[in-house]
């Protein structure tokens, strides 16, 4: 295998933007959809799973492919998104049919959707049976979802050969008959059932489940037999993780990698290799134990220095002990890993469905405001936390419709396939079929909440500076006319994340009372809902634009704060302070998952004792029941520079909410986000 | 019993092993040309007045019994030589552009916000600094406060210039597991020239105290055209060589620090040295070495 990764990069960055499918190959898109009609026209009582497998099993067998010889993972496909059309034409037929008698929400407040990117399948026994096993034990059952099974796994081992053919001696060939022998197999494996997975699903941030666990026996077996050496693992490894960039061009949320607690050399070799070639679009989940070598979190650690950041680090133990709190078995809860951004679920035996419903509790601040005036802090205090109690009402029932439909706009025979629930029951994923059937709840905003009632309970109440009634006005005004009222609510009152109790105490109210709330309600698939406390850039985008003037200073409009840290700029007393506060929530209520961002200055974390200084951030985190921690390593200077000349700066990322991207590729206002909170650091 | 407090500073990682809280006391014995904190020298509660929040309120101005505060064509200049530090102009600017220097702190609540941290300390190796200007002319203060934190197992060390009489450092040695000590010049002559003090009770101090079986780390400020001369830094060098308890010396870069002395309206009394370059302190920590002495740089 020659070393020549390096010389190659650019191309094989650049390999998705504009694919050389052969015509000879297969068919055009438009044979593709006259095929479909004429299919759909001919069984118009076929159940949708049925359609389904059908079309994925003639994309597989008659679309376009290419072949790169000098890529070592075939995969390319020319499916049109075939799949995901059909998906959302009954998508908006079935909402349609579902919804259109309801009253309008109120904007902003809550949103609730079809959320089928949030899995992971079963990885272990993809490696364990191969394509043809998964086929084979489904094809020994009757009915329909055996049948939907077996057709997809059919058509995947028709397209494996159908690769292979070009590719002579490459690691396809023998996927078509039997399970990955080799390191090499065993990603390629990966790398075609994530494509294909995508191809079912549309883009998603579905775990790419275990790494160091799944991979090691191939690789230690490989080398056993003196079949590779460890530098031509790790050379394999920079072309697997490149495809994921190349696929997006790190523009999109990034794909989950979970590693340890157990640690071998796959986990070394993992991050050594994403540090040789800083790829953006990785997103690396750490499960840390004390019982780890040392070695191992300085290792993390020094990655974080070097600005490859893409890492998020879990408080194992303390994970593991939630999840059987809520719901799962010990064993099962061992093998969690991590979906989209911070959410633990399941490797392989959950449906968790995590970006299904959020709240914005920024919003349920303007709304108790509008709704009425209250005589103490107290009966204002009671009347946000019922008017949260029925937007998660309303919310959850919105969510259970929706999850109602599932089975008709998307089912999935190739994740349900993996499952071995699903096998049992003979019930695809979107009809419960995983053993663990969970629906995810985000609260977001907390900060903002928090930040708004305390200037409300200091000013209005407590030191009597300005009545309820001129506050409501102020916001009425987006603070126009009113700014020394809202310096004073900026600059006087203090606020989340500086370690004051008195501020941290309405956190800590709001928390106990969202956790067990969402964590009661049932779902629709037979379980329940869990609660996270986190909020990604997007939803602080999406809600903030509906979030009108708020009684922190913050204007209509303007971005929510992310995740669960201080506002910007707000976090005056430093990291310290941060966790201390946001440690004061119970967060093990939180099954769905929560992170705190950590922002530092390079000034802190140089040289050996930068290193040490992480890690002792992490472990202090941990040790005060932090559930899970991610870094930003920034000097505000460089920012600003990079913002004005992006082309100096090819390369550095930014952890975005529970992901990286290019600081280039952010919006400016985002830009500006991330430089006002280095600024403070 | 109260302290008169410049800062608090967490997440402090160059005060001492760890991450540590940084407690910076107002008051100085000596007054380096290069200090860089100018705010801190003064015994007396002083305002700083940090330019770049300024709005151009005038809310300043209508408190200031004394008129501090002018503004001319919309500069906002301050009299600080009028200033008698009441602090009633820091309250009223709501943008935080006026900083109290010298604030009074009990040592309760030193304690209290010092212990607020200590599961970063019992992570990290780290502890409490108190540092300033010079901490030891408020040795009984200090004493008090490392009394508490170290019955909660915290670890203590004090950041001094050694610019203080003998009697203040039995005070706080109790109390103390780790002294950082600058040491400027062996020449007192040239230390008197660019400190304003003499070195002979530095010396003298760092001699009794490295006896006491306390862990020392000496800081230099490397300082080009004052002490980052090799014959200085030998000298330097050969000094610490014959004393015990020396675990190591950090050399601490000169930095400008100019903003801060318009910050509180005092001339900048360091001439115009470019900072020493990462050679320049390469080379210093090596002459160092050679006198057998473990050096490291910040």
Same mark, same amino acid.
């Given at each position: 295998?020659p070393?020549?990764?390096a010389?190659?990069?650019?191309q094989?960055?650049?390999?998705?933007l504009?694919?050389?499918?052969?015509?000879?190959s297969g068919?055009?898109k438009?044979?593709?959809?006259a095929?479909l009609?004429?299919h759909r026209?001919d069984?118009?009582?076929?159940?949708?799973?049925?359609t389904?497998?059908w079309?994925f099993?003639?994309?597989c067998?008659?679309?376009r492919?290419?072949?790169?010889?000098?890529?070592?993972?075939a995969?390319k496909?020319?499916?049109?998104?075939?799949?995901i059309t059909?998906?959302?034409e009954w998508?908006r037929e079935?909402?349609?049919?579902?919804?259109?008698?309801?009253?309008?929400?109120?904007?902003?407040?809550?949103s609730?959707?079809l959320?089928?990117?949030?899995t992971?399948?079963?990885w272990?026994?993809?490696?364990?049976?191969?394509?043809a096993?998964?086929?084979?034990?489904?094809?020994?059952r009757?009915?329909?979802?055996y049948?939907?099974?077996?057709m997809?796994?059919?058509a995947v081992?028709?397209?494996i050969?159908?690769f292979a053919?070009?590719l002579?001696?490459?690691?396809?060939?023998?996927?078509?008959?039997?399970?990955?022998?080799?390191?090499?197999?065993a990603?390629?494996?990966?790398y075609?059932?994530?494509?294909?997975?995508?191809?079912?699903d549309?883009?998603?941030?579905r775990?790419?489940?275990?790494?160091?666990?799944l991979?090691?026996?191939?690789?230690?077996?490989d080398?056993?037999?003196?079949r590779?050496?460890?530098?031509?693992a790790?050379?394999?490894?920079?072309y697997?993780?490149?495809?994921?960039?190349?696929?997006?061009q790190?523009?999109?949320n990034g794909?989950p990698?979970?590693?340890?607690?157990?640690?071998?050399?796959i986990?070394?070799?993992?991050?050594?290799?994403?540090?040789d070639?800083?790829?953006?679009?990785l997103?690396?989940?750490v499960?840390?134990?004390?019982r780890q070598?040392k070695?191992?979190l300085?290792?993390i650690?020094d990655c974080?220095?070097?600005?490859?950041?893409?890492i998020?680090?879990?408080?194992?133990d303390?994970?593991v002990?939630?999840?059987?709190?809520?719901?799962?078995?010990?064993e099962?809860?061992?093998?969690?890993?991590?979906?989209?951004?911070?959410?633990?679920?399941i490797?392989g035996r959950e449906?968790?469905w995590?970006g299904?419903a959020a709240?914005n509790l920024a919003?349920?601040?303007e709304l108790?405001?509008?709704?009425?005036?209250?005589a103490?802090?107290?009966?204002?205090?009671?009347?946000y936390i019922?008017?949260?109690?029925?937007?998660?009402?309303?919310?959850?029932d919105? !969510?259970?419709?929706e999850?109602?439909?599932?089975?008709?706009?998307?089912?999935?025979?190739l994740?349900?396939g993996?499952?071995d629930?699903c096998?049992e029951?003979?019930?695809d994923?979107?009809?419960?079929?995983?053993?663990y059937?969970?629906?995810g709840?985000t609260?977001v905003?907390?900060t903002?909440?928090?930040?708004s009632?305390?200037v409300?309970?200091?000013?209005?109440?407590d030191?009597?500076?300005? !009545?309820?009634?001129?506050?409501?006005?102020?916001?009425a005004?987006?603070w126009?006319?009113?700014?020394?009222?809202?310096?004073t609510?900026?600059?006087?009152?203090?606020?989340w994340?500086?370690n004051d109790?008195?501020?941290d105490g309405i956190?800590?109210?709001?928390?106990?009372f969202?956790g067990?709330?969402?964590?009661?309600?049932p779902?629709?698939?037979g379980?329940?809902?869990?609660?996270a406390?986190?909020?990604?850039?997007?939803?602080?985008?999406?809600?903030?634009?509906?979030?009108?003037?708020?009684?922190?200073?913050?204007?209509?409009?303007?971005?929510?704060?992310m995740? !669960?840290g201080?506002?910007?700029?707000?976090?005056?007393?430093?990291?310290?302070?941060l966790?201390n506060s946001?440690t004061?929530?119970n967060?093990?209520?939180?099954?769905?998952?929560t992170?705190?961002d950590?922002?530092?200055h390079?000034?802190? !974390?140089?040289?050996?004792?930068g290193?040490?200084?992480i890690?002792a951030?992490?472990?202090?985190?941990?040790?005060?029941g932090?559930m899970?921690?991610?870094?930003n390593?920034?000097d505000?200077?460089?920012?600003?520079?990079?913002?004005?000349?992006?082309e100096?700066?090819?390369?550095l990322?930014?952890?975005?909410?529970?992901?990286?991207v290019r600081?280039?590729d952010l919006a400016p206002?985002?830009?500006?986000i991330f430089i006002?909170?280095?600024?403070?650091? | 019993?109260?302290?008169?407090?410049?800062?608090?500073?967490?997440l402090?990682v160059?005060?001492?092993?760890?991450?540590?809280?940084t407690?910076?006391l107002?008051?100085?014995?000596?007054?380096?040309?290069?200090?860089?904190?100018?705010?801190?020298?003064?015994?007396?509660?002083e305002i700083?007045?940090?330019?770049?929040?300024?709005i151009?309120?005038g809310k300043?101005?209508?408190?200031?019994?004394?008129?501090?505060?002018?503004?001319?064509d919309?500069t906002?200049v301050l009299?600080?030589?009028?200033?008698?530090?009441?602090g009633?102009c820091?309250k009223?600017?709501?943008?935080?552009?006026?900083?109290?220097?010298g604030?009074?702190m009990s040592?309760?609540e030193?304690?209290a916000?010092?212990l607020?941290?200590?599961?970063?300390?019992a992570?990290?190796?780290?502890?409490?600094?108190?540092s300033?200007?010079e901490?030891?002319?408020?040795?009984?203060?200090?004493?008090?406060v490392?009394?508490?934190?170290?019955?909660?197992?915290i670890?203590?060390?004090?950041?001094?210039?050694?610019?203080?009489?003998?009697e203040?450092?039995?005070?706080?040695l109790p109390?103390?597991d780790m002294?950082?000590?600058?040491?400027k010049?062996?020449?007192?002559?040239l230390?008197?020239?660019?400190?304003?003090?003499s070195?002979?009770?530095?010396?003298?101090?760092?001699?009794r105290?490295?006896?006491c079986?306390?862990?020392i780390?000496i800081?230099i400020?490397?300082?080009?055209?004052?002490?980052?001369?090799?014959?200085?830094?030998?000298?330097t060098g050969e000094l610490l060589s014959g004393?015990s308890?020396?675990?190591r010396?950090?050399l601490?870069p000169?930095?400008?620090?100019r903003s801060?002395y318009?910050?509180?309206?005092?001339?900048?009394?360091?001439?115009?040295?470019p900072?020493?370059?990462?050679?320049a302190m390469a080379?210093?920590?090596?002459?160092?070495?050679?006198?057998?002495?473990d050096?490291?740089?910040?």
């Amino acid at each position: 295998m020659p070393n020549v990764f390096a010389s190659i990069r650019q191309q094989l960055e650049r390999q998705y933007l504009d694919v050389k499918y052969d015509p000879n190959s297969g068919w055009a898109k438009e044979e593709l959809q006259a095929e479909l009609e004429k299919h759909r026209a001919d069984n118009p009582e076929d159940p949708r799973i049925m359609t389904r497998a059908w079309l994925f099993h003639l994309l597989c067998s008659k679309a376009r492919i290419a072949v790169e010889p000098d890529d070592y993972f075939a995969d390319k496909l020319e499916h049109h998104n075939l799949l995901i059309t059909l998906r959302e034409e009954w998508r908006r037929e079935e909402e349609r049919k579902e919804f259109k008698n309801d009253p309008p929400s109120i904007p902003g407040a809550w949103s609730a959707i079809l959320d089928v990117g949030h899995t992971c399948p079963d990885w272990r026994n993809l490696l364990k049976y191969g394509f043809a096993g998964l086929r084979d034990r489904a094809a020994t059952r009757s009915g329909v979802f055996y049948q939907a099974v077996t057709m997809v796994y059919d058509a995947v081992i028709i397209l494996i050969k159908r690769f292979a053919a070009g590719l002579p001696n490459s690691a396809i060939a023998a996927l078509a008959e039997r399970p990955p022998q080799t390191f090499h197999e065993a990603l390629q494996l990966a790398y075609l059932y994530h494509e294909l997975q995508e191809m079912e699903d549309g883009y998603s941030v579905r775990s790419m489940g275990r790494f160091d666990q799944l991979y090691y026996s191939f690789y230690a077996n490989d080398l056993k037999a003196g079949r590779l050496t460890r530098d031509q693992a790790k050379e394999l490894l920079k072309y697997f993780w490149i495809k994921f960039f190349a696929k997006t061009q790190g523009k999109l949320n990034g794909k989950p990698f979970l590693f340890g607690p157990d640690v071998n050399e796959i986990t070394y070799l993992a991050f050594e290799s994403y540090k040789d070639i800083q790829c953006v679009e990785l997103k690396f989940h750490v499960r840390f134990t004390e019982r780890q070598p040392k070695k191992f979190l300085e290792m993390i650690a020094d990655c974080i220095q070097a600005g490859c950041n893409s890492i998020q680090i879990f408080n194992n133990d303390r994970q593991v002990e939630m999840l059987c709190k809520h719901g799962r078995s010990p064993e099962d809860a061992h093998d969690y890993i991590i979906i989209g951004c911070s959410e633990p679920s399941i490797m392989g035996r959950e449906m968790n469905w995590s970006g299904a419903a959020a709240l914005n509790l920024a919003k349920a601040v303007e709304l108790v405001l509008a709704s009425s005036d209250y005589a103490s802090f107290d009966e204002l205090m009671e009347a946000y936390i019922k008017t949260l109690d029925s937007l998660i009402a309303i919310s959850a029932d919105w !969510t259970r419709r929706e999850e109602r439909l599932w089975p008709k706009v998307n089912p999935s025979p190739l994740l349900s396939g993996t499952m071995d629930s699903c096998l049992e029951r003979g019930l695809d994923v979107s009809q419960a079929g995983a053993k663990y059937n969970v629906t995810g709840y985000t609260a977001v905003g907390l900060t903002d909440a928090v930040d708004s009632l305390a200037v409300i309970k200091q000013l209005v109440y407590d030191e009597k500076c300005c !009545t309820l009634a001129e506050l409501k006005a102020a916001l009425a005004a987006n603070w126009n006319g009113f700014e020394e009222l809202r310096l004073t609510a900026m600059n006087r009152v203090p606020k989340w994340g500086n370690n004051d109790d008195h501020v941290d105490g309405i956190a800590v109210k709001i928390t106990n009372f969202l956790g067990p709330r969402i964590n009661n309600e049932p779902n629709a698939r037979g379980g329940v809902f869990h609660a996270a406390l986190y909020g990604i850039i997007d939803a602080a985008r999406k809600f903030g634009k509906l979030t009108g003037a708020l009684p922190d200073g913050r204007l209509a409009g303007e971005y929510l704060t992310m995740n !669960t840290g201080a506002a910007i700029g707000m976090d005056k007393n430093g990291v310290t302070s941060l966790i201390n506060s946001v440690t004061k929530i119970n967060l093990a209520q939180f099954p769905m998952g929560t992170v705190l961002d950590i922002m530092l200055h390079p000034s802190v !974390t140089r040289g050996q004792e930068g290193i040490e200084t992480i890690c002792a951030i992490i472990r202090s985190h941990f040790a005060q029941g932090g559930m899970a921690i991610q870094f930003n390593i920034f000097d505000a200077g460089i920012l600003r520079d990079a913002k004005r000349h992006p082309e100096k700066y090819a390369n550095l990322q930014v952890r975005v909410s529970g992901w990286n991207v290019r600081f280039a590729d952010l919006a400016p206002q985002e830009q500006d986000i991330f430089i006002a909170k280095a600024e403070v650091v | 019993m109260e302290g008169r407090i410049l800062d608090i500073k967490r997440l402090s990682v160059h005060d001492g092993p760890g991450i540590r809280t940084t407690i910076f006391l107002k008051g100085c014995s000596l007054c380096c040309r290069w200090c860089h904190n100018p705010e801190s020298v003064s015994p007396k509660p002083e305002i700083g007045f940090l330019k770049k929040k300024c709005i151009g309120c005038g809310k300043c101005a209508k408190v200031c019994p004394v008129g501090v505060h002018v503004f001319h064509d919309g500069t906002h200049v301050l009299n600080h030589e009028l200033c008698t530090a009441c602090g009633k102009c820091v309250k009223a600017c709501l943008v935080d552009a006026l900083e109290f220097y010298g604030r009074e702190m009990s040592v309760e609540e030193a304690f209290a916000a010092v212990l607020e941290d200590k599961t970063f300390y019992a992570q990290s190796g780290g502890g409490c600094t108190i540092s300033g200007g010079e901490p030891l002319l408020q040795a009984e203060f200090c004493a008090e406060v490392f009394k508490r934190l170290r019955n909660e197992g915290i670890h203590c060390a004090i950041d001094t210039s050694g610019a203080v009489k003998w009697e203040s450092f039995k005070t706080i040695l109790p109390y103390t597991d780790m002294f950082l000590y600058d040491v400027k010049h062996t020449n007192d002559k040239l230390h008197r020239e660019h400190t304003g003090g003499s070195n002979r009770g530095i010396l003298d101090n760092l001699k009794r105290l490295s006896e006491c079986g306390i862990p020392i780390e000496i800081r230099i400020p490397t300082i080009p055209g004052f002490n980052a001369d090799e014959e200085s830094l030998a000298a330097t060098g050969e000094l610490l060589s014959g004393l015990s308890n020396i675990v190591r010396v950090r050399l601490l870069p000169y930095h400008l620090a100019r903003s801060k002395y318009e910050t509180i309206g005092h001339p900048d009394t360091m001439p115009d040295v470019p900072p020493p370059d990462a050679a320049a302190m390469a080379n210093a920590a090596e002459i160092l070495r050679q006198s057998g002495i473990d050096t490291v740089m910040s």
